[in-house]
């Protein structure tokens, strides 16, 4: 025999009715009003700038998936944001300098369920492979220019499994750069552990020609909350006539609701003047999530043997604080 309590939330959740041990402060302490501070005035500046730029981020992706497509409605699904962060990186010889990060995607689904607009501040094609595996390593001075891209995004299917993308486009500048890129992508669950997924893409620059990469990565449950992943990646640049290669094994646990550890290993490789290994690389990624599912922390220690260094260790710290903006597209 039991009995059932039927108690309201508020009773059930107020402040006097939780656990001590819920608390950082003292009982006496649950209706004091927050002391002014500098960290207090900078965290409610920075709460207020998500609230009113994700919702823009949210109506600027509705506003526009209407206007391409000439309809009243919107769909679900917009994987638009806005990432703005500050970085320091610390080396052996430099000492920590904040830098400002900005980086944005306008992905709009339309109501034409296979076309997409796609804005970008950067394009991966025209960022070096190495750079593109040590991306979180980098600070904005550090990583190459690309100019924000425009396309139109065709999706389509190859049978009932692979997915296929056709993207038609330019370089936002004057003058404009035509480019033109196809991607397909397939996944496997090989057994109850493993997981494999493949990606190739050609692509077409107007002043950089035409080149193709290959991703081939498999995954698995390792225990005890850690998770295997290992991608290999082998990209031809036909202006330069050579292969790139990157081989990445990686971990990655999730230490609680709030924080995630990834340390990782990585070789890159080229082809000319002959086959050889142009980098080796380790770093250890720590992310917090400071408030809710936008303000981020990242704490990256890292070391680098470099071919351009006699394979001497090159070692660097990077702190991140990120504001993560964004908004799915609701259908009005």
Known sequence: MFTVRDSAIPDVLAPESLPYSFYTFEPDEYWAEPEDSWWMNFSNWVIRQERIHGTTVQNFGAWADRTLSRSSHSLPNNESYLRIGFAAESEYSDPAQFKPELRFRLDVPTTQQKLRLVIESESDELIPLGERERDRQLTEPNR???????????????????????????????????????????????????????????????????????WFGADRSLGNGWHFYTSSELEWLHQDRKFEAAQILSTRKRLSHRSVLTPRLGALGESQPSWRTTSYFADITWRYRLYENWLFAELIPAMEFPREKSFKDQASVVFRIEMYFSGMIDRH
């Open 144 to 214: 190459t220019d690309t100019e924000t891209t425009g396309a139109l995004r065709f999706l389509s299917q190859v049978g009932d499994a692979i997915n296929l993308s056709t993207d038609v486009g330019g370089r936002l500048r004057l003058p404009p750069e035509m480019f033109w890129r196809t991607t397909a992508s397939k996944g496997w669950q090989l057994d109850d552990a493993w997981a494999l997924n493949v990606q190739q893409r050609v692509y077409y620059y107007h002043t950089r020609g035409w080149g193709a990469r290959s």
